[in-house]
């Protein structure tokens, strides 16, 4: 492993003259990393681990371009006719879609999610094409477009709560296929125990060997079913996440409203615009401004000469005439002059009140 943290590019060291990784040591080391990463207590976020994910990922990638070019499996072959050196490349696939899945950008979680699926599946198909063992093959991406859609297009909640007999058969049928996966998991790495510590002893010939590799495609077969199922789900949930981010980043349309106009609610300017019109008999100011009148003039209740302003304006008029009588007569105006001593005459002859009808009783 340290050899592997000290180089640059796919695990080759630094120099000009050493030689570039062969396909098994990429191998060895890539598969290394992943168990690394898969049982490390640190966190899987940690910038450490994330590195040595994507130098994992990178061996792993080189190898199986290495593996392409050396056309080591045939769809015309049968598993008995794979070397058994070969057979450990068969996990190429399958490790690469483990490690891809220890990736943690959240940003691209759904490319993550879509690519290690990709990886599994190429694997499995590879697994059924050998016969490596029996078990259904998901469908792709895309090509189960019966149910959800039905179901959508009907509308009818009740379809989607209630499910058909077909339903409920094909539930109890992957229940079971889940029970048989867990179980053949659970054998084969129990069987693997043992296989390796032969394996790691450097004394196992080419039969168990064998054994071991088989053993090890068989239980990634489990491992990518589940993988897979978890990835549908999770990739359901992603899709709908950016559909809801989508649609709160552009928000519909709406029409614009003209600003509303600020209105008063206050009852005595409404009653002044109404009652002030020029209407007779009815009053033509406010509470307010009446008030105010009267509080310049110094008539209300409280500033304690509440009837001395109307006496006070007679007071001044009578003065003012006489003043202009006055000023009259000093001026020889015989005019005012007659007037006034035919108002004396009058008033010699004529007792005070003379000629006022609009009392009588």
């Avoid at 053993?215 to 489990?222: E, K």
């Avoid at 003065?319 to 009588?325: C, G, H, L, T």
Wanted: proline fraction near 5%.
């Amino acid at each position: 492993m340290a050899e592997c943290e000290n180089s640059n590019v796919v695990g080759q060291p630094s120099g000009s003259d050493a030689e570039p990784p062969k396909l098994p040591d990429l191998l060895d080391r890539g598969w290394k990393i992943f168990e690394e990463v898969d049982t490390t207590n640190e966190a899987l976020g940690s910038n450490s681990i994330q590195v040595k994910v994507k130098r994992g990922i990178g061996m792993l990638e080189e190898a199986s371009r290495m593996a392409a070019q050396l056309d080591l499996f045939s769809r015309n072959e049968e598993l008995e006719e794979v070397a058994t050196a070969d057979l450990k490349y068969l996990l190429l696939p399958a490790l690469l879609g483990a490690l891809t899945m220890k990736q943690t950008n959240r940003d691209k979680r759904l490319d993550i999610v879509q690519t290690a699926r990709a990886y599994f599946m190429d694997f499995l198909r590879r697994c059924k094409e050998y016969n490596v063992s029996r078990f259904e093959l998901p469908a792709s991406t895309g090509e189960d477009t019966s149910g959800p859609d039905e179901a959508s297009e009907s509308g009818l909640s009740a379809a989607k709560s209630v499910p058909r007999p077909s339903d409920l058969v094909a539930m109890a049928a992957q229940r079971q296929a889940k029970i048989e996966r867990y179980r053949q998991k659970k054998e084969l790495e129990a069987r693997l125990s043992d296989v390796r510590r032969a394996v790691d002893s450097g004394q196992a010939d080419d039969e168990v060997s064998r054994d071991f590799y088989l053993l090890n495609v068989r239980r990634w077969v489990t491992v990518c079913l589940e993988e897979i199922e978890s990835i549908d789900q999770e990739a359901e949930i992603l899709k709908k996440m950016d559909v809801l981010k989508q649609s709160a980043a552009t928000p519909p349309a709406q029409p614009v409203r003209p600003p509303m106009k600020p209105f008063i609610l206050t009852k005595d300017a409404v009653q002044a615009r109404v009652f002030g019109a020029g209407y007779p008999s009815l009053p033509t100011m406010t509470v307010d401004d009446w008030y105010e009148q009267h509080r310049k003039h110094g008539a209300l209740p409280d500033q304690g000469i509440p009837r001395r302003v109307a006496v006070d304006d007679d007071t001044d008029a009578k003065e003012r005439e006489e003043e202009e009588k006055e000023k009259k007569a000093e001026q020889d105006d015989e005019e005012s002059l007659l007037k006034a001593r035919n108002w004396d005459d009058w008033k010699d002859t004529h007792r005070r009140g003379y000629g006022n009808r609009q009392n009588m009783g």
